[in-house]
């Protein structure tokens, strides 16, 4: 069906069963749709997130950065402080975000190979007693950097602080519980590690929390606490027009993360795709950007090679032409190119670019 693998971290490749889930129209008022569906999904999703009580979850239509604006912009009130830690173009988004909404905010930024430190933090803290919720990303697929989310939601707790992260490149693809790493509020979407298509992103967070939400949104269609409220009353029932094809292709994508035997072996299929990228490559000369201690299974920046001859957009389309589609870098400061490990990819597909790429050498004829 494709003449190309996805090797980008969403829209990332889906499987063929997913994309097929896709080929009947659905009624969103119907409770085949509302109940069977919409509502199933919610109740896994929890259950994925977290084996606490207490937890709720929420769908909205648009991409994974309108779940993000519906969360901020829904959840946290004019009076409330943002703390958003940033080490990347998604951590800088989440600050935009807050800009745009007119959230009171506290940036802390560092540069996108720096990992985030808990005592820089926590001195923000114990200074401004304003802060009200913190927000972070735990992969930052700018880079692929892991940062210390069990050790931040440790401080809001600590220091009592709605903690926001943003898991959307890594939910369903690395193991960890929302109560035991006190996340209060965490957004994914529907085309990363769960292996869905584009079109609507989530929030999982405290009942409570969204229950004390009404009126505090800024937007109209984005009102994450009237979704919820909409969900919970109609079982199920979107507030406007819900993408169902994309929803119905989602239900079948978080089937088959249950048939692979879960986030557990999800993440164990994704280190060993990236551990055969990262060996591979190194091989060929190529150097990862990151340390390995930093690294998520996510998605892999490698530094550009050296050789005068060598052009991303060549390297690229060569790449395309053999069935890979890589990404280009998005680090400031350093020129890199990217590589995603998530999505319907298999050991035997990395090993696959792996060959794809050392026939593909050509700049080092010209170094
Ligand atoms: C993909 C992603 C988003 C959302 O991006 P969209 O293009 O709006 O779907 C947000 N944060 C992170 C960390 C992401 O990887």
Not at 163 to 172: E, I, Q
Not at 340 to 366: E, K
Request: charged residues 15%.
């Amino acid at each position: 069906m494709n003449d190309y693998l996805l090797l980008t971290p969403g829209p990332l490749s889906t499987s063929d069963t997913v994309k097929k889930a896709m080929l009947k129209d659905w009624c969103t008022w119907d409770d085949e749709y509302n109940q069977g569906v919409v509502q199933a999904i919610r109740a896994k999703l929890v259950a994925l997130a977290t084996a606490h009580p207490g937890y709720t979850s929420v769908l909205m239509q648009g991409s994974g950065t309108a779940s993000v604006e519906s969360a901020l912009g829904s959840l946290i009130k004019s009076s409330d402080k943002l703390l958003v830690i940033n080490n990347g173009a998604y951590g800088e988004r989440i600050g935009e975000i807050a800009t745009y909404l007119n959230i009171n905010t506290h940036i802390i930024n560092y540069t996108e190979t720096q990992l985030p430190n808990v005592t820089d933090i926590e001195a923000v803290l114990l200074n401004d007693s304003d802060i009200t919720h913190i927000a972070m990303v735990h992969c930052e697929t700018t880079t692929g950097m892991l940062n210390p989310a069990e050790a931040v939601g440790q401080l809001a707790k600590t220091y009592n602080k709605v903690f926001v992260l943003d898991a959307m490149s890594s939910f369903g693809g690395i193991p960890f519980d929302l109560a035991d790493w006190h996340v209060d509020v965490m957004i994914s979407s529907a085309n990363k590690c769960i292996q869905g298509v584009p079109g609507f992103g989530f929030v999982i967070c405290k009942q409570h929390i969204i229950a004390q939400s009404e009126g505090v949104s800024r937007s109209l269609s984005l009102d994450l606490f009237a979704q919820w409220h909409c969900m919970e009353k109609n079982n199920g029932k979107w507030r406007f027009t819900s993408p169902t094809h994309v929803v119905r292709a989602f239900y079948q994508a978080l089937v088959e993360l249950e048939e692979e035997g879960g986030i557990t072996e999800r993440y164990k299929r994704y280190k060993e795709n990236q551990h055969i990228l990262v060996a591979g490559m190194k091989k060929l000369g190529f150097s990862p950007l990151l340390n390995t201690s930093v690294h998520s299974p996510i998605i892999t920046s490698f530094l550009s090679p050296t050789g005068q001859g060598y052009d991303f957009k060549t390297f690229y389309n060569t790449l395309k032409n053999q069935g890979f589609v890589i990404y280009p870098g998005k680090v400031s400061d350093a020129d890199c190119f990217r590589i995603g490990n998530i999505g319907h990819v298999f050991a035997a597909d990395m090993h696959r670019l792996i060959d794809a790429v050392a026939s593909n050498l050509y700049w080092q004829d010209t170094v």
